[in-house]
């Protein structure tokens, strides 16, 4: 009897999760003569233009964020062909952009203190002159600077720009003097642990003791503080922040000195990291409650559950285990339920040669090779046929076997994607403009 209930009560749980979400294309039946792939193309909505998003109403209508992925950073057309997308949003009620590669604090910042704007926006979004093309950016920094969108960094990077923010924040208090934070010498520090990944020498093991050491005094003034004032945003936010640096002193003292980059232990590096930037993501939205969020990342950080990708022996030899690496998708899917909606890019053609899957292939055919398409997973993923449907797809590049309709919750395809190029340095005696 027990059991009869508890099946009833997960059909009802699967049935609420598909009736949940209304989908803009009725989805077409599973037809068994045909490879998954091309079941899961049959779905495609073909765009003839970047521009033509009417229907994402519909699909985010119930969602506060939106993970935008890419299959590589820094693709020329990726960049460009997401502009359409973001206005839609953004008249969807997605105001604030949220970027993997800039830090939390100085993002916070940038726009709300004036402390924030001791940084650029090209700085914060990690985008140096000599690999950005400011053509394929600018309208994105455009929407940034005139406030269309409000920035906010996920990222436990930190910049120094970041202890200039958090010693502004408590400068603003009176000062005692049994705490007073010697912020030239953690700076100093700070500078000689970013040496670390080129130079093991450049910090010594009682000087990391005294980096934590300024840290844990740090921490007791933000909570003396909170104490005696009361918690504001501000306060909350040297304190995650400070979260933040713990991260980036593991990810220094372990990854740089031990060269610690693939197999498990540098999955359980990447899930160290991306459930720092899901933390600093859902402190974000405590805050700000009212705000949606559009968060731009790679595809591995936007997937719901690497687990479900079927690797070989020898990818999980050669590459960080995805099953063991809890990715920032996940962990905003686990904590926000189905108000996280996680877009994959993908592509036919690369400028870097890297060879699509299936499914890219079957869109081009079914679209009659339209420039662009979508393809919603939600409403497929509990149907017959598609529930457990495996089949090929590169999410970072290289093709990887999966059941990818649980992985994201929809695709889109750019069909040509020109990857970035470095900017070749000017001439002798020509004119650097």
């Not at 910090?203 to 921490?219: A, G, K, P």
Request: net charge negative; charged share 25%; aromatic share 12%.
């Amino acid at each position: 009897m027990r059991a009869g209930i508890f099946f009833c009560l997960l059909a009802g749980v699967g049935w609420a999760q598909v009736a949940a979400h209304t989908p803009v294309v009725s989805p077409v039946a599973w037809d068994d003569r045909r490879g998954a792939a091309e079941n899961v193309a049959r779905n495609v909505i073909a765009m003839e233009d970047d521009d033509d998003w009417d229907f994402i109403e519909e699909i985010v209508k119930d969602k506060s964020v939106v993970i935008l992925g890419e299959q590589m950073h820094f693709d020329l057309t990726s960049n460009t062909a997401r502009v359409g997308l973001l206005r839609k949003l953004h008249d969807c009620g997605f105001r604030t952009l949220v970027f993997e590669m800039a830090p939390m604090l100085s993002g916070y910042a940038f726009g709300r203190l004036p402390s924030g704007n001791r940084i650029t926006l090209e700085e914060l979004l990690g985008y140096g002159p000599w690999i950005m093309d400011r053509e394929s950016i600018a309208p994105i920094l455009e929407m940034l600077e005139s406030g269309y969108f409000r920035f906010f960094g996920m990222d436990c990077d930190i910049v120094f720009s970041d202890f200039l923010v958090a010693k502004k924040i408590l400068d603003a208090y009176p000062p005692t003097d049994d705490m007073t934070i010697p912020w030239f010498r953690l700076h100093r520090l700070w500078s000689s642990l970013q040496a670390h990944s080129h130079d093991p020498e450049s910090i010594t093991d009682e000087e990391q003791l005294e980096y934590v050491s300024i840290l844990n005094q740090l921490r007791n003034r933000v909570d003396y503080l909170r104490d005696r004032y009361g918690e504001t945003v501000e306060l909350s936010a040297v304190k995650q922040w400070l979260r933040n640096m713990d991260r980036h002193f593991f990810d220094f003292s372990s990854r740089l000195k031990y060269r610690v980059f693939g197999g498990l232990l540098g999955a359980m590096r990447v899930q160290i990291r991306d459930n720092s930037m899901a933390e600093n993501v859902l402190w974000y939205r405590r805050q700000f409650p009212d705000e949606k969020l559009i968060v731009w990342c790679a595809n591995l950080h936007a997937a719901k559950d690497e687990s479900q990708i079927e690797y070989t022996q020898q990818e999980l030899a050669d590459n960080c285990a995805g099953y063991y690496t809890n990715v920032l998708g996940e962990n905003l899917a686990h904590e926000l339920g189905g108000e996280v909606y996680s877009v994959a890019i993908t592509s036919l053609n690369r400028s870097d040669g890297r060879q699509p899957g299936e499914l890219e292939r079957q869109i081009a055919r079914l679209t009659h090779d339209a420039p662009y398409a979508f393809i919603d997973f939600e409403p497929l993923r509990w149907l017959d046929g598609y529930r457990t449907a495996v089949f090929d797809f590169p999410e970072i590049g290289c093709r990887k076997e999966g059941r990818w309709l649980n992985i994201f919750d929809g695709v889109y395809y750019i069909r040509d994607i020109e990857c970035m190029r470095f900017q070749p340095e000017p001439s002798e005696g020509s004119d650097p403009e």
